[in-house]
């Protein structure tokens, strides 16, 4: 008999102990999430055309030609007259639907291609975000402007340079 009682004993005390090993464990539900996206693409469709810009003579600075993001193009200084017809750059960029993509359009530096040493800075007009309203292959176009500082020293010539123009999911 003291020996059934040990055995009682011991499995009252094992099941003492698997009682508090679940009194003491803890459960939580957590939800996850995982959100796909499909991938940017960036096409150009524009090149951006300040037109011909012709020089006044004599001794002045600070002529700023420019055309807006939007279009609007300004030759206002009395010291140039532009002729031409100016364009923005547009691009088309498409990924999934509604998403809000950021732009990043840095700064063109222009070189005259008859005098590599004389550059121009064309200040770059861009929207910082576009959102996506078409995830198919129509995508979704937006513009880039710039300005360009001239003077009467600025040399004659055509000024070239490339947009570095990144897309990227924000």
Do not use: H
């Not at 990043?104 to 770059?124: I, K, R």
């Amino acid at each position: 008999m003291v020996g059934t009682v040990r055995i009682i004993a011991l499995l009252v005390a094992l099941a003492a102990a698997a009682t508090a090993d679940q009194a003491a464990a803890a459960s939580a539900i957590i939800k996850v999430n995982a959100k796909a996206t499909k991938p940017l693409t960036l096409t150009s469709i524009q090149d951006l055309d300040l037109g011909t810009i012709v020089l006044a003579p004599g001794t002045w600075s600070g002529a700023t030609i420019s055309i807006s993001q939007a279009g609007v193009f300004r030759c206002t200084n009395p010291n140039t007259s532009c002729t031409g017809a100016p364009l923005v750059a547009t691009y088309t960029v498409s990924g999934s639907n509604n998403e809000t993509v950021k732009v990043t359009a840095p700064n063109v530096t222009l070189t005259n291609q008859s005098d590599p040493t004389q550059t121009l800075l064309l200040v770059v007009d861009s929207p910082s975000t576009v959102t996506l309203a078409n995830g198919g292959k129509k995508g979704t176009n937006f513009s880039i402007g710039g300005s360009v500082t001239l003077s009467s020293s600025t040399a004659g010539g055509l000024y070239a340079g490339t947009f570095d123009v990144t897309v990227d999911y924000n």
